[in-house]
């Protein structure tokens, strides 16, 4: 029936979620078909909004959840790692068991139907780059502190953030957070020893270039399963001559970078 209770799970970390069932079902279909293209076709997605799921699961774990080598369209070898297979496992485990607990939660209902009483709450960022770390230090100031976010690669992001908001966010050394950068935020420079103002200097190799009337979107691979996205003209991105493959620089202000924690 249409009025049936029925549940998605999401698991998340704070308030951002990590994993639900699309992206689970993308997993499923790499580990079948042993090709992110083939499985975007599976599941009736485009090859990039699959190419933009695998980055985003990568980068919101300690280790890649699918390792794959970019084919275009007409796909390259892919597959899921041992930490992607016991994702999915705990997934689909944790689903029987809430399917379950809701079929005996709406039997018990006799008057009002269940699903009129649940709401599904979530939150949603419009930041395109989410990088899962641990905090590594903290220099705290009269009105403004900074905090280091270290990830997996050896690479540091840091935040400028509002005494205020370091001590509403209970940010500790130690402590796991998310960055969130919006991928407009990202400059992209070539060469070696640059010097700018810019706090964060965070290297990487260009994996894809996506070019649009306008803009480019550029993904870099900066290590251990991670992707940094950006965004820039399409007239910066030829003059830089950018391709895959290029070396680069990411250049991020730390003003730019918001930190999210459980």
């Known amino acids: 029936m249409a009025d ?3 549940a998605s799970l999401v698991l998340r970390r704070g308030a ?3 994993v639900g069932l699309e992206r689970v079902a993308l997993v499923e279909a790499v580990a079948e078909l042993g090709s992110i293209s083939a499985a975007a076709r599976k599941l009736g ?11 985003a699961l990568n980068n919101l774990f300690d280790t890649p959840i699918i390792e794959a080598a970019p084919g275009g ?3 390259g070898a892919a597959q899921v790692t041992a930490r992607g297979r016991a994702v999915v496992t705990a997934f689909r485990r944790v689903q029987e068991e809430l399917d379950a607990a809701l079929a005996k939660l709406d039997a018990s209902f006799s008057g009002e139907p269940a699903a009129d009483l649940f709401w599904s709450l979530g939150m949603r960022t419009s930041a395109r780059n989410a990088l899962r770390g641990t905090i590594s230090d903290i220099t705290p100031g009269a009105v403004n502190g900074e905090v280091t976010l270290g990830l997996a690669t050896g690479v540091s992001i840091t935040a400028i953030l509002t005494r205020r908001s370091i001590e509403d966010l209970e940010l500790a050394v130690g402590r796991p957070a998310i960055a969130l950068i919006k991928a407009s935020f990202v400059i992209l420079a070539k060469g ?14 260009v994996a894809s270039r996506e070019d649009g009337a306008v803009n480019s979107e550029i993904s870099l691979d900066i290590g251990g399963g ?3 996205v950006a965004t820039v003209t399409l007239d910066s991105a030829n003059a830089l ?19 999210a924690v459980e």
């Open 192 to 205: 070696e020893n640059l010097r700018t103002s810019a706090r964060n200097h965070i290297p990487g190799v």
């Open 4 to 6: 049936d209770l029925s």
């Open 241 to 259: 001559e950018l391709a895959v493959g290029d070396k680069v620089t990411a250049l991020v202000k730390a003003p730019h970078v918001i930190l």
């Open 226 to 228: 991670k992707t940094l």
């Open 45 to 55: 997605l485009s090859y990039k909004g699959a190419w933009d799921v695998v980055q």
């Open 16 to 18: 951002l979620a990590r």
């Open 73 to 75: 369209k007409t796909g």
